[in-house]
T-cell receptor
């Protein structure tokens, strides 16, 4: 099945710093999303981005589908950005059946 | 809008008992709901797809007799962990796909999760 790897696995930042999170996937995909899981476990959709670039405030994401990777940029990080960031892709043979990546655990300290 | 709730948020039970977890879409109808399991410091794994009015489809390696899913209405799906064992302790998360969703671009909305501890 499709493999989704994220790097780095852990990241510690000082408030105000910028960071880039990476998601590599092993097969062509129709659907790639980025999620933030807050410390209480709630998943929040950040981006639907199977290709191209999108921006939403301090966050932006770029997916290069032909090279099978996606990047999530966080600028001017805040303590509320802490949590786990997941990318997820739709299985080629399963409508809306998401395969989640390994995750990046982010801690932003004041 | 697009709120999904889960109940209970936390549950502790004894080994051998059964536990029911509810997933509700509060402000939309969902013909399809998904159940995920997340072990501590790990990723989410899809367990099963719940379709209103029909049998659930389970992912490979998930025991359908152990994890019973019922999607009896357009706003409610339930997951029952039968004869629970300590290894079933996990964080269970549901998501709901608004009715009529047929495209990969449609968004699943996630519940807040249920933490199950089996003693």
């Amino acid at each position: 099945g499709i493999q989704v790897e994220q790097s780095p696995p852990d990241l510690i930042l000082q408030e105000g710093a910028n960071s880039t999170l990476r998601c590599n996937f092993s097969d062509s995909v129709n659907n790639l999303q980025w999620f933030h899981q807050n410390p209480w476990g709630q998943l929040i959709n950040l981006f639907y981005i199977p290709s191209g670039t999108k921006q939403n405030g301090r966050l932006s994401a770029t997916t290069v589908a032909t090279e099978r990777y996606s990047l999530l940029y966080i600028s001017s990080s805040q303590t509320t950005d802490s949590g786990v960031y997941f990318c997820a892709v739709e299985r080629p043979t399963g409508f809306q059946k998401l395969v989640f990546g390994t995750g990046t655990r982010l801690l932003v300290s004041p | 809008g697009a709120v999904v709730s889960q109940h209970p948020s936390r549950v502790i039970c004894k080994s051998g008992t059964s536990v029911k977890i509810e997933c509700r879409s509060l402000d939309f109808q969902a013909t399809t709901m998904f159940w995920y399991r997340q072990f501590p410091k790990q990723s989410l794994m899809l367990m099963a797809t719940s379709n209103e009015g029909s049998k659930a489809t389970y992912e490979q390696g998930v025991e359908k007799d152990k994890f019973l899913i019922n999607h009896a209405s357009l706003t409610l799906s339930t997951l029952t962990v039968t004869s629970a064992h300590p290894e079933d302790s996990s964080f269970y998360i549901c998501s709901a796909l608004p009715a009529g969703g047929k495209r990969s671009t449609d968004t699943q909305y996630f519940g807040p999760g249920t933490r199950l501890t089996v003693l």
